[in-house]
């Protein structure tokens, strides 16, 4: 990975969804370790995602505007000309793809993988990475910036509250075991 201020990364609303997982990613964001990308059809299934995840009981309408206001200069305006000369082995991931081209992003962060093989991302020198991977190459890249960003996000995290090690084990517990290692070492800063 190159700096963060060089680094483009459209975040899939798979990745999104998901409290922790967001939370870790908009939190290297907001750190700087990378420019964050999205477009409205992936904040749309960010919310249905949400929305599944809680059964309904969380604001997603909130959660969106929140996201959008915290990070404006992440929207990709969503252009269906591009999607026409796409093919991707899930149909509907290819406006995630298109929109990665238009933003002309490095990196495409999704636990969905298998769904971006790397053939066609080739051709726009994108490739696909889980989040796991994402977050723990965003820890090597700076770890000072990226340990201190997660310390700030586990001390505004209220419901559930976290320590270090806690949080450590909720990652590790969510799959998110190769970030949850890099981690690990820097346990009594977080």
Not at 97 to 118: E, M, S, Y
Request: charge should be negative; charged fraction near 30%; include cysteine.
């Amino acid at each position: 990975m190159r700096r963060g201020d060089q680094f483009t990364a459209l975040v899939d609303a798979c990745v999104l969804g998901g409290a922790l997982r967001r939370n870790l990613i908009l939190s290297l964001a907001e750190a700087g370790l990378f420019r964050l990308r999205w477009s409205d059809a992936i904040l749309d299934e960010t919310e249905r995602t949400i929305a599944r995840i809680t059964e309904g009981k969380a604001d997603t309408a909130r959660q969106r505007a929140a996201m959008v206001a915290a990070f404006p200069e992440a929207m990709v305006l969503h252009d269906r000309t591009i999607e026409a000369h796409l093919a991707l082995p899930d149909p509907g991931d290819v406006h995630v793809l298109a929109a990665a081209i238009n933003a002309k992003v490095d990196v495409i962060v999704t636990d969905n993988v298998k769904d971006f093989p790397a053939d066609p991302l080739e051709a726009w020198e994108i490739e696909a990475v889980t989040a796991d991977a994402f977050i723990a190459d965003c820890l090597d890249l700076d770890s000072a910036a990226g340990v201190e960003a997660i310390r700030r996000m586990r001390e505004r995290l209220r419901h559930p509250q976290f320590d270090a090690d806690g949080l450590i084990r909720k990652m590790e517990g969510q799959g998110l075991v190769h970030a949850a290692a890099a981690l690990h070492r820097y346990r009594t800063f977080i």
